[in-house]
């Protein structure tokens, strides 16, 4: 796939912090259809609890990209991001979804709709708890991505562990058998104990 999203160490200092509609539109061109089905997997995953159907979340993702509601740091990986924005897209929408009751309909008890009790949106307090978390996670990236984000087997194993993926999910969605996955994982703890001998410093 399109590797848009993971500085090179040549890069111009004077570039922005992230990535301009032309450079989303070509990493959204550049997905392949491995890449497509492994997003199609996880967003599988952040469904339940919300009122989208299956292809939704991940088109709503795309489209927050493309048309910069939500914006790409350059340190992250294109594929990391759209799976971080489903993440957040679905959160939100099960807020929501929880924030209506349904009325009852006279004496019959039936229940015909829903209102909202209170303004959709976050709480300036869950919003200010999102943005640290959404910081942290770029801060979290741009290091892996400095030893795991050249190497595409490595990076999808650690998205796949990011979405609790194990055992037969994770083959399925990384596209190797278990013996290749083996070698990759021991490939990860290598680095890891290498570069973080007194364990994650961030």
Wanted: proline residues 5%.
């Amino acid at each position: 796939m399109d590797h848009v999203g993971v500085p090179s160490p040549k890069a111009s200092a004077s570039a922005p912090e992230h990535l301009t509609y032309e450079e989303v539109a070509s990493a959204l061109d550049g997905l392949t259809p491995l890449d497509l089905a492994r997003l199609d997997a996880i967003e599988r995953r952040y469904l339940g609890g919300t009122d989208f159907a299956e292809g939704d979340l991940l088109q709503e993702a795309m489209c927050s990209a493309l048309f910069e509601a939500k914006r790409c740091p350059r340190t992250t990986r294109f594929m990391a991001f759209l799976v971080q924005s489903m993440r957040n897209i679905a959160g939100h929408r099960r807020d929501r979804l929880q924030q209506q009751v349904p009325i009852e309909d006279g004496p019959t008890g039936e229940r015909k709709s829903k209102v909202e009790l209170k303004d959709s949106g976050p709480s300036p307090e869950d919003a200010a708890i999102r943005a640290e978390q959404e910081r942290r996670a770029s801060e979290i990236c741009a290091a892996l991505n400095v030893h795991y984000g050249a190497d595409e087997e490595m990076s999808m194993v650690l998205f796949g562990w990011e979405n609790d993926m194990r055992g037969e999910a994770l083959r399925d969605f990384v596209g190797v058998d278990q013996a290749r996955l083996d070698y990759v994982i021991k490939k990860i703890r290598r680095i890891a104990r290498r570069e973080y001998p007194k364990g994650w410093l961030l």
